[in-house]
């Protein structure tokens, strides 16, 4: 059977526009930005026009305010710690949503080990921040806010401008983590009040190996990677000259296609939905309406989802279940406890992003397969068959 790929928040392969664009990045034009001659200054050049695609993607005051970095994770790493440490004489409190990715929560907790306050704002059962726990939690002493834009493994959208003015009215910066949303939804870092923005160039059909920290002018941040000196001396290193003209080429894409393509995946992803629903004891994660659109996520009762994913893949079907980073210790899905869920419940999960290659008429044949899989794995589930009893 033709593979039905349905894991697009866990890898998407890059944009044949995109690699056509960038390829000359890896043979001819190899010069090193830094340097002065004339194939450094096209590099630096090409790097320049990157930042000024990416900043048009979020509306960013100039290219300026954006800083390349290796991917996600490392963003997430220079907005939180960059940040919190250049800023510690306003104070040395941290704050995060329950639901934020592991590479939002782990260097807060490293700067918990180092003398700061770390506090977790709640979610309620569709993943919304709670308002106004997250208001009683901030004080003048709170640095950092990280909220993310929207969650990855349950599609919720967080009210990102609401939140901004409460962030703002007691603590100082807000942080936001855009992977999961970024070419997907609209966002605009002046209108929504954001401080510093995360984005994933592989989200967006783009090369693996980089990703963006947007810094609204005028904040403050330091460098984690110290070294040569290059993106204003906050990420050293140099730089990776295909991921990066790629990641600036992807976004002008996403940019261009978002409205349509999100619109086209909405409905197949709605239809999806319903379908699934029909299926006895199975649930919707995340909130019913205020989700990514190209997203649907799962549970059912009595099954686990890992057995959910091998069991599609055996229809050359791939799905996710929980978050691709907690499978090595398969423990439940932090962001599946957060909205509520008991540790059972949490277990059996299925989550599905669609993207470019999904089809309306692939709808039946991964519903089919849903059913087939579900049906399977209760006959073998003794659970199940003691709730028959
Ligand atoms: N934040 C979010 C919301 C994510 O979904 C991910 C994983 N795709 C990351 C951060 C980390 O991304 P990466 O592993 O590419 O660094």
Excluded: W
Excluded at 132 to 140: G, P
Excluded at 255 to 261: D, Y
Excluded at 305 to 316: P, R
């Amino acid at each position: 059977m033709k593979r039905i790929y349905l894991d697009h928040a866990s890898s998407m392969p890059i944009d044949p526009r995109v690699f056509e664009f960038a390829k000359p990045y890896l043979t001819k034009e190899f010069g090193n930005p830094s340097s002065l001659y004339s194939v450094g200054l096209e590099a630096k050049q090409a790097i320049e026009e990157a930042r000024g695609k990416i900043a048009n993607l979020i509306n960013a005051e100039n290219g300026k305010s954006i800083i390349f970095t290796s991917g996600a994770t490392e963003t997430n790493n220079l907005a939180i710690r960059g940040t919190a440490l250049r800023n510690i004489r306003d104070g040395k409190e941290v704050v995060a949503s329950a639901i934020e990715h592991i590479s939002v929560l782990n260097p807060m907790k490293e700067l918990q080990k180092n003398g700061f306050t770390f506090n977790i704002v709640p979610v309620d059962s569709n993943g919304m921040v709670d308002l106004d726990k997250l208001d009683n939690l901030l004080t003048k002493n709170t640095t950092v806010t990280s909220i993310m834009y929207a969650n990855n493994e349950i599609g919720t959208i967080e009210p990102i401008s609401e939140i901004s003015k409460i962030v703002h009215e007691k603590g100082r910066y807000l942080h936001v983590d855009a992977t999961a949303a970024a070419g997907r939804v609209p966002i605009d870092v002046q209108d929504e009040g954001i401080d510093l923005l995360t984005l994933s160039s592989n989200d967006m059909y783009g090369p693996r190996g980089a990703g963006a920290l947007y810094v609204k002018p005028g904040i403050k941040i330091q460098s984690i990677l110290p070294g040569g000196g290059q993106e204003r001396g906050l990420r050293s290193g140099t730089e990776n000259m295909f991921a990066i003209t790629g990641m600036g080429e992807a976004t002008q894409i996403a940019k261009k296609e978002m409205k349509e393509e999100s619109t086209r995946l909405k409905k197949i992803r709605d239809k999806l939905i319903d379908e699934i629903l029909k299926i006895d004891d199975a649930y919707l994660t995340g909130h019913p309406a205020k989700r990514l659109p190209h997203h649907a996520s799962f549970r059912f009762s009595h099954i686990e989802g890992e057995s959910i994913l091998l069991n599609m893949d055996m229809y050359n079907i791939q799905v996710a279940t929980g978050s691709a980073c907690s499978h090595k210790t398969l423990e439940p899905s932090h962001v599946l406890l957060a909205i509520g869920l008991k540790h059972e419940e949490a277990h059996g999960s299925m989550v599905i992003t669609l993207g470019r290659s999904n089809k309306m008429e692939q709808l039946s044949m991964i519903v089919k397969a849903v059913k087939d899989t579900v049906q399977r794995l209760r006959n073998l589930s003794p659970l199940a068959k003691e709730k028959e009893r």
